[in-house]
């Protein structure tokens, strides 16, 4: 009953240092998201994939890519990390399509750039 | 663009209830919901609501809402300690677009 995984827990990069989270889902969810939560601010878009195979930016995608691997997995990367990217980090999917479709949650991921 | 807006903090007294507002912008917004999430984890799924709803209960939570002025409130009876976390609300229209989520209201409950 594993629902979103997200690895790693926790991570302590350096600037300039590079970094892929990883998230995978078992409900077989067509949608996928990654959202970073930082104090004050909520949660906030950077990239989804409403379906494998494709991605859109969300609200703030500077400094990040992603990949939609599978129908599963979808990773963030940090290509060239900064302190402002500092945050926690939060994986979800969605069934997607019409219909109430609640987002599922993995655990989160900590990232400190130092 | 859409805009979800609650307020930062509530505290309350064991026992009382707790009322959890949030605003929305978007008309077409087809589905509510509100997510509680506890220290240190994830967005947990709490409750929803469907647009042409008034209100939903579910033991003690109690999600009323106002379509006219946009306007979601939750609503949770006998508050507990254990209800001590950040509450997130949030609204989605039809299709594949992600939920549009407010900046979270902590609830802190006091012994």
């Known amino acids: 009953n594993a629902g979103v995984t997200q690895t790693p827990k926790f991570q302590v990069l350096k600037t300039g240092q590079s970094m892929t989270l990883q998230c995978a889902q078992d409900m077989n969810h067509n949608s996928m998201y990654w959202y970073r939560q930082d104090p004050g601010m909520g949660l906030r878009l950077i990239y989804y994939?409403?379906?494998?195979?494709?991605?859109d930016k969300g609200e703030v995608p500077n400094g990040y890519n992603v990949s939609r691997l599978n129908k599963r997995e979808f990773s963030l990367r940090l290509e060239s990390a900064a302190p402002s990217q500092t945050s926690v980090y939060f994986c979800a999917s969605m069934e997607g399509g019409a219909g109430n479709q609640p987002q599922h949650f993995g655990d989160g991921t900590r990232l400190s750039i130092l | 663009g859409e805009d979800v807006e609650q307020s930062l903090f509530l505290s309350v007294r064991e026992g009382d209830s707790s009322v959890i507002n949030c605003t929305y912008t978007?008309?077409?917004?087809?589905?509510l919901y509100w997510y509680k999430q506890e220290p240190g984890a994830g967005l947990q799924l709490l409750t929803y609501?469907?647009?042409?709803?008034d209100m939903k209960q579910d033991q003690r939570l109690t999600v009323l809402l106002n379509k006219k002025d946009k306007h979601l409130s939750l609503r949770i009876a006998d508050t507990q300690t254990g209800d001590s976390a950040i509450y997130f609300c949030a609204e989605r229209n039809s299709g594949n677009t992600p939920l549009v989520f407010g900046k979270g209201t902590r609830l802190s409950v006091i012994a």
């Open positions: 978007d008309s077409s917004s087809t589905y």
């Open positions: 994939s409403a379906s494998e195979g494709t991605t």
């Open positions: 609501i469907f647009s042409n709803m």
